[in-house]
T-cell receptor, first 111, second 112 residues
Framework: NAGVTQTPKFQVLKTGQSMTLQCAQD?????MSWYRQDPGMGLRLIHY???????DQGEVPNGYNVSRSTTEDFPLRLLSAAPSQTSVYFC??????????FGDGTRLSIL | QKEVEQDPGPLSVPEGAIVSLNCTYS??????FMWYRQYSRKGPELLMY????GNKEDGRFTAQVDKSSKYISLFIRDSQPSDSATYLC????????????FGAGTRLFVKA
């Protein structure tokens, strides 16, 4: 029973590079979200999706893109990495009767 | 002012103590209240999930919600060293919680 799976677990990028953080869930949840976690600031919502083909911005969306072509997958794309995007990224999924379940995160460093 | 305020601690207690963790919030529209536990280098793990005001108990854990005061609490009885973690309060307007707002987390240490 995998739940929410995030890959990679760690990544180091150079400024200006692009990359995609992967998130997959096997619970058939309608809703999926991406958060970043920074010291002293808690979890902040980047983007979320209420179903396949539907996405919307959260609190801190700038510099990130998402798409949701299937119920299971919700990738997060960094278009041109900046040092300010150094963080731990968490993906979560939920449904109308289930609160959010989280993956174990991707630790991203941008030099 | 942040929507959710949570004392970051750290909070250090001896094994067996009763632990009280708290959050205040400003948005009266929040209806769903959660507590998550996060161990180092892991994702948040759901501990308690309550709707509206009242108490909910699960083993050694009790969650309280006071909507009139905009105040939520998590009590841990007979605390154990394995309870040492960061505890995040969270709240949402929506069912499904896809726009959940989190507190910054309180770091708890339980000493054997």
């Amino acid at each position: 029973n995998a739940g929410v799976t995030q890959t990679p677990k760690f990544q180091v990028l150079k400024t200006g590079q692009s990359m995609t953080l992967q998130c997959a869930q096997d619970m058939n949840h309608e809703y999926m979200s991406w958060y970043r976690q920074d010291p002293g600031m808690g979890l902040r919502l980047i983007h979320y999706s209420v179903g396949a083909g539907i996405t919307d911005q959260g609190e801190v969306p700038n510099g990130y893109n998402v798409s949701r072509s299937t119920t299971e997958d919700f990738p997060l794309r960094l278009l041109s990495a900046a040092p300010s995007q150094t963080s731990v990224y968490f993906c979560a999924s939920s449904s109308i009767d289930q609160p959010q379940h989280f993956g174990d995160g991707t630790r991203l460093s941008i030099l | 002012q942040k929507e959710v305020e949570q004392d970051p601690g750290p909070l250090s207690v001896p094994e067996g103590a009763i632990v009280s963790l708290n959050c205040t919030y400003s948005n009266s529209a929040f209806q769903y209240f959660m507590w998550y536990r996060q161990y180092s280098r892991k994702g948040p793990e759901l501990l308690m999930y309550t709707y509206s005001s009242g108490n909910k108990e699960d083993g050694r854990f009790t969650a309280q919600v006071d909507k009139s005061s905009k105040y939520i609490s998590l009590f841990i009885r007979d605390s154990q060293p394995s309870d040492s973690a960061t505890y995040l309060c969270a709240m949402s307007i929506n069912t499904g919680g896809f726009k959940t707002i989190f507190g910054a987390g309180t770091r708890l240490f339980v000493k054997a």
